[in-house]
């Protein structure tokens, strides 16, 4: 295909694909008698809007998504790095074992395992807590792994110029790896805060309690309590998808990269 | 610390060498102290329960976490679910639709946007750009679409006469939607990591067979094709574990369908979760839970040894 023919394609293909998503921004700004009109609106309205953020606690729902987003985010970092560290540098016994345990975990998916999760979160009484919403969220061999085979291309030289100036392993790690390691971990923040503030399942099946819904089971309620009134569903969405597209757009070829080394790995 | 059992030219300066093993043992230390957290994590959160599903499996539960002991009877009950049996061919009609279909439109674009073309990374972000957004957004907005008679896709298709078909009301399409729709979120996804293998392949190997007087279509696939192979090999896993386990055959399930109607899209994580959270039957889903677990180790190992894990070094 000549590259004009592959361009012209492309941005056909490119259009289809965005078209639902530029119609719900359409539709959010048109008066709501006028949802369903394939027209160009009369006017252009903030009413959808400016309801929900008013009327519906989607802010309490937000800052739920950002406070358990950013919480799963920093700690695993920290504890993926860690581990990650002294799975692919330090010599101890049974480390070959540990690494294939935490590897086989990643056969399994959160769906898969949600209702003894659920039993087990139940009987440490994590139930409609915080805790209950971050924790689980935490434990996810994915982000270890990439961060071993990160460690390993690191050259051990650098380590063991810290080693003869005195350093533990403690400050090797932190002082010497993760700096090292910023663009991967950079990467690993996007994705992570997304998944988390995407997260769906898990939120909804941790919690009852409507002060500590996230965002997207707040969503999801919305559209069991408001059944037709389209127009205040599709403003919360939007709503809900303006953090996902800030994060997005700020770290998009980090994220970019996550993605290709994790097929590639 | 000085460490005189390492090669380095600058430790055979130091004296006075401590016991070597006082240093291995920090080491070891160190390392245990590093792993135990994420470990433990991993245990709590994800190994117990898959223990647990087999334990409870055996258990009647009630909602107030009583339990009774009840054998092999929530595996017994199975058979004779025909509900059960429905969500199975739900969940196999998704795959064996979802995932080739998915795969080839994913290596389509991939192919497209390899090469540069002007404005090429702005239609790769716009063909990723689903797969930002929540798989619940996702479902309202699709919804939204697709309602019945007044939707825009209804409306857009008025005109050759498709106007009046309900998209999400009728079994036979809402399970075709469903795949439609899933595709749609994945494929910028899997687009990005089939560009990776794409760059990967030399250019020279194309511009030998080019000069070689080979096709567009020989070229890909004597050359391009199987160099790709151990990509397409991780993306087809990936996307068929997702597609019977995975958040897109819930989430989306759950937004778009609640399962129906007439349970043509009641996947099987949706049944579990139902059988779980509506009708508080968790032994039951305990066992439903443990199948699955079964089923993914069998086929994962099958498909492993298939392939020799995707290496196809020979051939």
Not at chain 1, 73 to 85: D, E, K, P
Not at chain 2, 108 to 123: Q, S
Not at chain 2, 177 to 202: A, C, E, H, N, T
Request: net charge positive; charged share 10%.
């Amino acid at each position: 295909m000549s590259v004009r023919l592959r361009a012209l394609a492309g941005y056909m293909l490119a259009a289809i694909t965005v078209a639902p998503l530029v119609w719900l921004l359409v539709s959010v700004l048109k008066p709501a008698d006028e949802l369903f009109q394939v027209a160009v609106p009369s006017r252009l309205t903030l009413d959808n809007l400016l309801y929900v953020l008013t009327e519906v606690p989607i802010g309490r729902y937000m800052l739920n998504s950002a406070v358990v987003s950013v919480a799963v985010t920093v700690v695993a970092l920290v504890l993926h790095s860690m581990a990650a560290y002294a799975l692919a540098r330090l010599r101890f016994p049974g480390r070959q074992v540990i690494f294939s345990v935490i590897v086989s975990t990643l056969l399994v998916s959160l769906p898969v395992i949600l209702v003894p999760l659920f039993l087990v979160a139940r009987q440490l009484g994590l139930l409609d807590t915080y805790a209950g919403l971050i924790l689980p969220a935490i434990f996810h061999a994915f982000g270890i792994f990439l961060l071993r085979q990160y460690y390993l291309t690191i050259p051990r030289e650098l380590e063991e110029a810290a080693d003869l100036d005195g350093c533990g392993y403690f400050r090797r790690w932190w002082q010497v790896v993760v700096p090292l390691s910023r663009p991967i971990l950079a990467s690993l923040a996007v994705l992570f805060f997304l998944a988390n503030w995407n997260a769906f399942l898990w939120p909804l099946t941790a919690t009852r309690e409507p002060d500590l819904r996230m965002v997207q089971v707040g969503i999801a309620t919305l559209q069991g309590q408001y059944g037709s009134a389209w127009n205040y569903v599709l403003a919360a969405t939007v709503v809900a998808a303006v953090p996902t597209l800030i994060a997005f757009v700020l770290g998009q070829r980090r994220l970019v990269e996550a993605i290709k080394t994790s097929g590639l790995k | 610390m000085p460490r005189c059992s390492d090669p380095l030219p600058a430790c055979g300066a130091r004296p006075a060498a401590p016991p070597v093993w006082t240093r291995r043992r920090r080491e070891a230390l160190a390392g245990y102290a590093f792993v135990a957290p994420d470990l433990i994590g991993l245990l709590i959160f994800v190994g117990l329960p898959m223990v647990l599903a087999l334990g409870v499996s055996l258990f009647s539960v009630d909602g107030f976490g009583g339990y009774t002991f009840v054998g092999l009877d929530n595996f017994r009950q199975m058979a004779a679910d025909a509900q059960l049996w429905q969500s199975v061919k739900v969940t196999l009609t998704y795959v064996v639709t979802f995932v080739p279909i998915g795969f080839v439109v994913s290596l389509g674009l991939a192919l497209l946007v390899r090469d540069h073309f002007p404005g090429v990374g702005l239609v790769r972000t716009m063909f990723f750009l689903p797969h930002v957004i929540s798989l619940v957004v996702v479902g309202v907005v699709w919804q939204f679409l697709l309602v019945d008679k007044q939707g825009a896709v209804p409306a857009l298709l008025r005109p050759v006469g498709l106007g009046e078909v309900s998209f999400l009301g009728n079994p036979a399409l809402a399970l075709g939607s469903l795949v439609v729709i899933s595709i749609w979120f994945l494929m910028g996804y899997q687009m990005l990591i089939l560009l990776g293998g794409l760059k990967d392949i030399p250019k020279e190997y194309e511009e030998a067979a080019r000069v070689d007087g080979a096709t567009a279509w020989q070229r890909f696939r004597h050359v391009i094709w199987p160099l790709l192979r151990p990509t397409s090999f991780f993306v087809l896993v990936n996307s068929t574990v997702g597609a019977v386990t995975g958040l897109q055959a819930f989430d989306l399930v759950y937004v778009l369908t609640k399962g129906g109607p007439a349970g043509s899209t009641s996947t099987v994580v949706f049944y579990i979760y139902q059988q779980a959270f509506t009708f508080n039957n968790y032994g039951y889903a305990a066992a439903l839970t443990t199948a699955v677990v079964a089923f993914l180790v069998v086929a994962t190992g099958l498909m492993f040894g298939a392939t020799k894990g995707g290496r196809f070094d020979v051939g």
